[in-house]
């Protein structure tokens, strides 16, 4: 690996996301054959102790606790974002402004004038070769990435119907505390934009179709939650659920449903797609199978096969274990560094785009103001 050009990353965040991407860097190039060297430069985080703490945990040589100072190091080419979502807009521009590719965590901002402003600094900056992604990490399930396979090569045909749901249940309890993914100021919205951001890309992605139109209703079960530092209780102001209907493109009819008070589903996100020549279903419960129905076999023994999607020929199976040493969770971002790192070495726009990411963003508004209008249907505006 010494003769391949390093690529610099600093990454800003630490929490969960932090440590999944942490993870992530420090994984890719050890299981694939990246065509660039990612050094994992410096970690920042606002207190100095908690990040040189992190930094070390993690694998990385150096700590910052100013994104301004990171975003200014020379040894530093990519900056990763995996802040709560109201920084995301300030840093990613002020990044790929300043020459630095960038990563940036879903959903893409908190408001749709936020993304727009990234997507249009991401295209002038591809111009000069600098690269940005959307972190939808599902897309690098290798089942889910095998699914669009199977659309593409038509054996799924026409899609008429999608069925998109994303079930948590850690709002459940109404003493959990009103941490920064309850508060509309840092987060942008609830369960819409953390969960439901997941399924509309996907969606998007595994249809290669685009969302036009919106009938929604939303919910917050628990207004008032316990302060997470400190006596009292203060107000939620994201939704606990987001539910809606949705026509496609193409003329598909499709169902979403986002919510984090599913009791019993700890992380299940499920797509099923029904099309005139075949049916797909993921549940990321089971990661490594897809069932796939296809009107082709013959009638008397057709029905759902579990594909293991385990095997070399699979997506990114081929760097991994031999057939049937499964793959998980944190596999999806190993997965995304690697594509990101093998784009900028081609000089490629990697996917999915911040433009992507704003198409989404589209949505996401879009279900908002239905909801608020007791769930008229709304036109998905195009992303401009
Ligand atoms: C929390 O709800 C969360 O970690 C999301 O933010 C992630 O994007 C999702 O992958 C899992 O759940």
Redesign the pocket.
Known sequence: MPDKPALGVGLVGYA??GAAHSHAWRTAPRVFDLPLRPAMVALCGRSAAAVEEAAARYGWTGAETDWRELIKRDDIQLVDICTPGDLHAEIAIAALEAGKHVLC??PLANTLTEASAMAEVAARAAAHGVRAMTGF??RRVPAIAFARKLVTDGRVGQIRHVRAT?L?D?LVDPSFPLTW?LRRERAGSGALG??G??IVDLVHYLTGDRITGVSAAMATFTDERPLPDGPGAGPVTVDDAALFLARLGNGALASFEAT?FATGRK?Q?RIELNGDRGSLVFDLERPNELWFFSRDDDPATAGFRRILVTEPDHPYLSAWWPPGHVLG?DATFVHEVRDLVCAIADGTDPAPSFQDGLGVQCVLSSVEKSAAQDGSWVAVPERS
């Open positions: 969960f996301m965590e879903k990490n599902y994303y948590q850690w993914r953390d969960l951001a997941h984090r992380n996100l969770w």
